[in-house]
């Protein structure tokens, strides 16, 4: 399961990670993708983490579940998660499966998910309208 | 053409008149309907206005239009091909689209000409009624091919006004407008049907990417009514706006659409609406950040 080069990456950027996703990744993948962040949520202290879906062009039910179950198990971990780079087909291809991001914040770019950090983590995190 | 045969079939080789069968007939007819011109079309206007047809048109329209139908009408009786009468079909179209022309009329006007030109063929013939029955082989096929070729380009070039005004229309229907820094909005007016709710989406999310837009401010004030597909359009179209990290206030609800989404069911608890659009862009202001107040400190929204 672990074999092979990884098509993602998981930097850290003061208290957040940052985490990119470089192609489409398979199921396999998707889990090892889990499992390291989850893992460098806790060695790493991160208080947030912003991952980057910008590179992908389909989001499948399975990666979609796996982003918000990322976001649940960051939670626990004591971490807000931010899903950012949506592309506007990926977006709307998403809603008309029937899929969405559960309570995990989204936002446009890098840029705006390190800024959602900022503020969620300034104030007590509010439930998005 | 069977009319070419057909008369020489049905009369005696020994007819005297034989030459004048088939082909021949069709230029003494032409020069029959050139000869007595102005009476015929004046005849003619006479049955159109007497039919309440092409009222929307002024006396001298009237005459000018009718001059040149029926030379252009003559015109094809005697060539007979199909370009002059396509092109006689299209000009005709043309001219009398814009002035409000309805398809009835246009077909009733061919079909009027086609009888006042009869009837004289039946003056000038009635003697030898063997005769006036080869005219009339030749004249009819001719007519009536005139009047169904008149017909549908007639029609065919309506529905071409039609999709290009439509065409025009859907470009210029969903503007996407920049108001503050990651502000936008997108005032809608006229039907939203299912083509302009896809493209909607299209102009709505990717404004979203292109301004980096924050809060969106889709205003439908000028919306009549939705029906339920383009209403579930709508709410998956905010959910996706959602999904790339913006907000979308849906303003100008009218009562009437307020009242179909609730009957039709559609589930609006995500979304976020607000009465009219002023209220709207004060809310996206607050949602932003904004405060605006007037230069007389006495408050703003």
Not at chain 2, 84 to 112: C, F, W
Not at chain 2, 279 to 286: N, P, S, Y
Request: charged residues 25%; hydrophobic residues 45%; contains cysteine.
């Amino acid at each position: 399961m672990n074999g092979g080069p990884r098509l993602f990456s998981i930097l850290r950027q003061g208290p957040y990670l940052i985490a990119s996703i470089h192609t489409a990744l398979d199921d396999s993948q998707l889990v090892r993708f889990q499992q390291d962040l989850v893992e460098r949520i806790g060695s790493d202290r991160a208080r947030g983490v912003v991952i980057d879906v910008a590179a992908l062009d389909v989001l499948d039910s399975f990666a979609s579940r796996t982003l918000r179950d990322i976001g649940e198990m960051a939670r626990l971990r004591g971490a807000v998660t931010v899903i950012v780079g949506i592309q506007p087909d990926v977006a709307f291809a998403m809603v008309e499966l029937g899929m969405d991001t559960g309570r995990v914040v989204t936002a446009l770019d890098l840029e705006e998910g390190l800024a959602e950090l900022d503020s969620c983590l300034a104030a007590p995190p509010a439930p998005r309208t | 053409m069977t009319r070419h045969e057909d008369p020489s079939a049905t009369v005696a080789p020994t007819d005297v008149r034989h030459e004048l069968d088939g082909e021949a007939l069709l230029p003494q007819l032409v020069a029959h309907l050139r000869e007595h011109r102005t009476r015929l079309r004046q005849e003619w206007v006479g049955r159109i206005q007497e039919a309440h047809l092409l009222q929307a048109m002024t006396a001298q329209e009237m005459s000018a239009e009718t001059t040149l139908v029926y030379d252009n009408y003559v015109e094809v009786l005697e060539t007979g091909s199909v370009e002059a009468l396509q092109h006689y079909a299209r000009d005709l179209s043309e001219r009398i689209i814009p002035r409000g022309v309805e398809t009835h009329e246009v077909v009733g006007i061919v079909l009027l000409l086609r009888d006042v030109l009869a009837r004289s063929l039946f003056e000038k013939y009635q003697r030898d009624f063997a005769l006036l029955n080869r005219v009339l082989d030749a004249y009819e096929p001719a007519a009536n091919r005139i009047a169904n070729t008149v017909a549908v380009s007639f029609v065919e070039e309506r529905e071409r006004v039609i999709r290009q005004q439509q065409d025009s229309i859907r470009e210029l229907s969903t503007p996407v407008l920049p108001v503050r820094e990651r502000l936008l909005i997108l005032p809608i007016i006229g039907v939203l049907d299912r083509e302009r709710a896809r493209q909607l989406t299209v102009q709505l999310l990717g404004g979203i990417r292109t301004h980096r837009a924050k809060v969106v401010v889709v205003d439908i004030t000028g919306v009549p009514d939705v029906d339920e597909s383009v209403a579930n359009h709508l709410v998956r179209t905010v959910d996706a706006s959602r999904l790339m990290g913006a907000s979308v206030i849906i303003t100008g609800l009218s009562p009437e659409i307020a009242q179909t989404l609730v009957t039709i069911g559609v589930d609006l608890s995500k979304m976020n609406t607000i009465g009219d659009l002023q209220g709207g862009l004060e809310e996206a202001e607050r949602l932003l950040g904004y405060a605006v107040s007037r230069d007389d400190g006495n408050g703003g929204p």
